[in-house]
């Protein structure tokens, strides 16, 4: 019996640093953003931005590739800097937001692919529909302690492309000098910021 209690108790000391350095980060909305650029009338890209994202991520510093990240970012929130292509991106023809306002991504694996690069491979929702994608990430960064709340931050890089009409964005107009107006692909990048989900998060006094 005393044997078997030795190894309980063995067993439990070797999980105990596991356990301890998995911790749970919320996105912090405030110092965070998600933004896209694509191909306008064959000439240039026209970038955008989504001022609302949200999430969690479950991270795993013993073992990196155990972690996970749930996101959603508010598509009503689409910012080009004209309104009135702002206006057209919610409409039907492209994000359908009073349907489908929300985009999601969602996990399903994590892979370290060299000193603080990852991929990250999961299912991203877009106006109702779900295809999987891979994000290239860069982080975390190691952490710091926010002087305005005393809280602990970290960040993190992440990049993707992906086709537009996988997810029935399928509206565009030809050229009359050839092409179409919209290109098909689309580059995605984000930056997170994350706070400890423990630990205090952002405020409003907290503008820097």
Do not use: C
């Not at 070797?14 to 911790?23: F, K, Q, R, T, V």
């Not at 994000?95 to 306002?101: A, L, T």
């Amino acid at each position: 019996m005393k044997t078997l209690l030795k190894s309980v108790l063995a067993a439990a000391t070797l999980a105990a640093p596991s356990i301890a350095l998995a911790s749970t980060w919320e996105i912090d909305p405030s110092h965070s953003s998600a933004s896209f650029s694509v191909r306008h009338m064959m000439v240039t890209n026209v970038k955008g931005s989504f001022s609302k994202v949200a999430g969690t991520i479950n991270l795993d510093d013993k073992d990196i590739t155990r972690s996970s990240v749930t996101a959603t970012i508010d598509a009503s929130t689409v910012d080009t800097g004209e309104p009135k292509r702002d206006a057209h991106l919610r409409s039907p023809d492209f994000f359908e937001v009073e349907k489908n306002g929300t985009i999601t991504f969602k996990s399903k694996k994590v892979e370290k692919v060299g000193e603080g690069k990852l991929k990250v491979t999961g299912d991203l929702t877009l106006r109702g529909v779900t295809k999987q994608v891979t994000l290239d990430v860069e982080g975390p960064s190691p952490e710091a302690k926010n002087p305005f709340t005393g809280g602990i931050n970290r960040g993190f890089s992440a990049t993707t492309k992906i086709n537009r009409k996988d997810y029935g964005l399928n509206w565009n107009k030809a050229i009359e000098t050839g092409g179409v107006l919209v290109g098909d692909e689309v580059a995605i990048t984000l930056e997170l910021e994350v706070f400890k989900k423990d630990a205090a998060p952002a405020t409003a006094k907290d503008t820097k």
